[in-house]
RNA sequence: GCGCCUGUAGCUCAGGGGAUAGAGCGCCGGCCUCCGGAGCCGGAAGCACAGGUUCGAUUCCUGUCAGGCGCACCA
């Protein structure tokens, strides 16, 4: 509807200026939005107002102008009015709301589904967090973050890949080795000590203590290497084991677990640096081989390779993406936290200086978690190994609830998390009121199931039956939701879709209470289920989205 | 010191160049002979501060103040 009234009024610009009526003027970038006065309309633009300095005209009389050449044939269009300092406001026949619900019906899965991405490839890479522990809040915060932006840019018509990025190579693999040897030994009564920058966690123990009743002490005597190399093995299998479960358990399901040690061993850390070389990015200092960023604007240059010849994380990570552009992606996005922010702009610069575009990549930078339990800030550091592991929370508050509290807020929002609040089972809780509302109507059904009647077919029903303010509303609301897929889409933006569905069961809850669906009227009957089910569809297609789940009963 | 993010209701947060700034929680007051009261209806309460751009700024720009996070031959 938004659209048609955009197009009517390009047309009505173009008409005015052919009559005499405007003079030849650039078209602005103007909106249509739903005001917030009800008495303002249904849409209304400030098209009028925009264009006043260029006309050189009152906005009030612009408005009139464009008025009078609106196209005719204008849908639904019942009132057009000139208000307040030169808004046009349009007044839309009641009817036009009601579309919406045979279509949702009709779609089913499909409704809100938009093409937005005309089915271009987007890799969405998320959590990629060090398989040298357990996921904790942060983590959590990312995944559900990018497995919803992932099924959102899916739905608005991109081809996604979810991908996540294993860095099991480098110095913190060696740091972590030697701090399960460290628990090796003390478990087998040797003095052990965890280095510093090691990894302190009980799960370290864990594993160590699983390594002994699997395969004994015959580490003992071997050669360190050796050692060192079979534990790190162990112990990072493991970690990746149980990252890849308590992702699944998340309900996030991963296209690509992408190696780091891979890139180093089919040479491709070496290829991207000869690429970077032949383009004249490289130079040596003090032993080391560095990255020109400052030819790019940066601050200050990178090293890629250190002295010691071994080459640092940031050569891998350009590796790494440079493999993604090869892979045939339009589009690629990473989702970070706030705490790396710094490697945003030296990366975009290796791409750029690798040829590719840099605005094809597109870091979006989440800010950090903040835990709350009785009132106090849990602390999260894997070095201490104090933290919230993804899987204690999802044992202390349910998948529904954890999903939701993540993507309620925006991601460059500090999430205050408080797990006692979370944890509550009530209505404190904003997931179980949009989960409701979804179980209502699916227990309105079972009632009907029971009188041995169904939901009637779409076509069979006349939905201007449903006159009703709650009705209405409720009604003009789901007709929203393509339009509020594309926005989320479009911004990355999950949190909108949390709010939009958090409304849409609101005004099911508040048409619940003064209606009843099943009466005597057999024809406002067969309306209101049909009403009930398109609701039913948009919450549930809502909520998948975001990764919650939409329940029969509760 | 430099860079990034954030200052909106008592609390946690949306919004956003326009016509009376929203939600949840908390607080106050109402609603079950009725398809699930995990619900509904009503009330009090707010754009950190100072400049600037604009017909119009809470929104954009600059500065100040406050909080968070970065600024390694770690990842």
Same mark, same amino acid.
Not at 38 to 47: C, E, I
Not at 161 to 182: C, H, K, M, P, W
């Given at each position: 509807?938004?659209?048609?009234?955009?197009?009517?009024?390009?047309? %009505? @610009?173009?008409?005015?200026? /052919?009559? &005499?009526?405007?003079?030849?003027? +650039?078209?602005?970038?103007?909106? !249509? #939005?739903?005001?917030?006065?009800?008495?303002?309309?249904?849409?209304?633009?400030?098209?009028?107002?925009?264009?006043?300095?260029?006309?050189?005209?009152?906005?009030?009389?612009?408005?009139?102008?464009?008025?009078?050449?609106?196209?005719?044939?204008?849908?639904?269009?019942?009132?057009?009015?000139?208000?307040?300092?030169?808004?046009?406001?349009?007044?839309?026949?009641?009817?036009?709301?009601?579309?919406?619900?045979?279509? %949702? @019906?009709?779609?089913?899965? /499909?409704? &809100?589904?938009?093409?937005?991405? +005309?089915?271009?490839?987007?890799? !969405? #890479?998320?959590?990629?967090?060090?398989?040298?522990?357990?996921?904790?809040?942060?983590?959590?915060?990312?995944?559900?973050?990018?497995?919803?932006?992932?099924?959102?840019?899916?739905?608005?018509?991109?081809?996604?890949?979810?991908?996540?990025?294993?860095?099991?190579?480098?110095?913190?693999?060696?740091?972590?080795?030697?701090?399960?040897?460290?628990?090796?030994?003390?478990?087998?009564?040797?003095?052990?000590?965890?280095?510093?920058?090691?990894?302190?966690?009980?799960?370290?123990?864990?594993?160590?203590?699983?390594?002994?009743?699997?395969?004994?002490?015959?580490?003992?005597?071997?050669?360190?290497?050796?050692?060192?190399?079979?534990?790190?093995?162990?112990?990072?299998?493991?970690?990746?084991?149980?990252?890849?479960?308590?992702?699944?358990?998340?309900?996030?399901?991963?296209?690509?677990?992408?190696?780091?040690?891979?890139?180093?061993?089919?040479?491709?850390?070496?290829?991207?640096?000869?690429?970077?070389?032949?383009?004249?990015?490289?130079?040596?200092?003090?032993?080391?081989?560095?990255?020109?960023?400052?030819?790019?604007?940066?601050?200050?240059?990178?090293?890629?390779?250190?002295?010691?010849?071994?080459?640092?994380?940031?050569?891998?990570?350009?590796?790494?993406?440079?493999?993604?552009?090869?892979?045939?992606?339009?589009?690629?996005?990473?989702?970070?936290?706030?705490?790396?922010?710094?490697?945003?702009?030296?990366?975009?610069?290796?791409?750029?200086?690798?040829?590719?575009?840099?605005?094809?990549?597109?870091?979006?930078?989440?800010?950090?978690?903040?835990?709350?339990?009785?009132?106090?800030?849990?602390?999260?550091?894997?070095?201490?190994?104090?933290?919230?592991?993804?899987?204690?929370?999802?044992?202390?508050?349910?998948?529904?609830?954890?999903?939701?509290?993540?993507?309620?807020?925006?991601?460059?929002?500090?999430?205050?998390?408080?797990?006692?609040?979370?944890?509550?089972?009530?209505?404190?809780?904003?997931?179980?009121?949009?989960?409701?509302?979804?179980?209502?109507?699916?227990?309105?059904?079972?009632?009907?199931?029971?009188?041995?009647?169904?939901?009637?077919?779409?076509?069979?029903?006349?939905?201007?039956?449903?006159?009703?303010?709650?009705?209405?509303?409720?009604?003009?609301?789901?007709?929203?939701?393509?339009?509020?897929?594309?926005?989320?889409?479009?911004?990355?933006?999950?949190?909108?879709?949390?709010?939009?569905?958090?409304?849409?069961?609101?005004?099911?809850?508040?048409?619940?209470?003064?209606?009843?669906?099943?009466?005597?009227?057999?024809?406002?009957?067969?309306?209101?289920?049909?009403?009930?089910?398109?609701?039913?569809?948009?919450?549930?297609?809502?909520?998948?989205?975001?990764?919650?789940?939409?329940?029969?009963?509760?």
């Amino acid at each position: 509807m938004r659209l048609a009234l955009e197009k009517a009024l390009v047309k %009505a @610009v173009r008409k005015a200026v /052919d009559v &005499g009526e405007l003079p030849s003027v +650039e078209l602005p970038g103007f909106v !249509v #939005e739903v005001p917030r006065e009800r008495g303002h309309g249904d849409f209304a633009t400030n098209l009028a107002m925009l264009l006043s300095k260029q006309a050189r005209m009152a906005p009030r009389k612009i408005a009139e102008a464009l008025i009078q050449n609106l196209p005719h044939s204008t849908r639904w269009l019942e009132k057009v009015e000139v208000a307040g300092p030169g808004f046009i406001n349009f007044i839309l026949d009641p009817r036009w709301v009601l579309e919406s619900v045979p279509l %949702a @019906v009709n779609r089913q899965a /499909d409704y &809100g589904r938009v093409q937005q991405g +005309e089915n271009k490839k987007v890799q !969405v #890479e998320f959590v990629s967090a060090n398989p040298t522990g357990l996921l904790h809040m942060g983590n959590a915060r990312g995944a559900a973050l990018g497995d919803s932006i992932a099924s959102i840019l899916a739905f608005a018509g991109w081809q996604v890949t979810r991908e996540y990025y294993i860095n099991d190579a480098g110095n913190q693999v060696e740091n972590f080795a030697l701090s399960v040897e460290a628990r090796y030994f003390e478990l087998l009564g040797l003095e052990g000590e965890v280095p510093e920058g090691g990894y302190h966690g009980q799960d370290i123990i864990d594993t160590a203590r699983r390594y002994i009743e699997e395969h004994g002490d015959k580490l003992l005597k071997t050669d360190r290497r050796v050692r060192l190399e079979t534990l790190a093995q162990y112990a990072l299998a493991e970690k990746i084991g149980g990252i890849k479960k308590a992702l699944a358990d998340f309900n996030v399901p991963y296209d690509v677990w992408f190696s780091e040690q891979s890139l180093h061993d089919a040479g491709k850390v070496d290829e991207a640096i000869q690429h970077l070389r032949e383009r004249d990015f490289l130079y040596e200092h003090e032993g080391a081989l560095w990255f020109k960023a400052t030819s790019l604007g940066l601050e200050k240059d990178e090293v890629l390779v250190r002295n010691n010849g071994l080459p640092t994380y940031f050569a891998a990570d350009i590796a790494y993406h440079m493999d993604k552009f090869n892979r045939g992606f339009d589009r690629v996005i990473n989702i970070w936290g706030a705490d790396h922010h710094g490697h945003v702009a030296r990366l975009k610069s290796a791409v750029q200086a690798l040829g590719y575009d840099p605005d094809a990549l597109q870091v979006l930078l989440m800010q950090l978690v903040r835990l709350f339990s009785g009132g106090e800030i849990v602390r999260m550091s894997k070095r201490t190994g104090q933290f919230i592991t993804l899987e204690e929370l999802i044992d202390e508050v349910g998948l529904d609830a954890a999903r939701y509290f993540f993507i309620m807020r925006s991601a460059d929002s500090h999430l205050d998390f408080d797990l006692d609040l979370a944890r509550t089972q009530s209505n404190d809780n904003p997931v179980y009121y949009v989960q409701y509302a979804h179980a209502r109507i699916c227990s309105i059904f079972r009632q009907l199931a029971e009188q041995g009647r169904q939901v009637p077919k779409a076509d069979s029903v006349d939905v201007e039956l449903l006159r009703e303010e709650a009705e209405l509303a409720l009604a003009r609301r789901l007709a929203d939701f393509p339009e509020e897929v594309a926005l989320a889409a479009r911004q990355l933006a999950p949190h909108r879709l949390t709010r939009y569905v958090h409304e849409v069961a609101g005004l099911l809850h508040s048409f619940y209470n003064i209606h009843r669906v099943i009466t005597d009227d057999v024809a406002l009957t067969d309306a209101r289920l049909l009403l009930m089910e398109a609701t039913k569809v948009v919450l549930c297609n809502a909520l998948t989205l975001l990764g919650v789940r939409a329940p029969e009963k509760m």
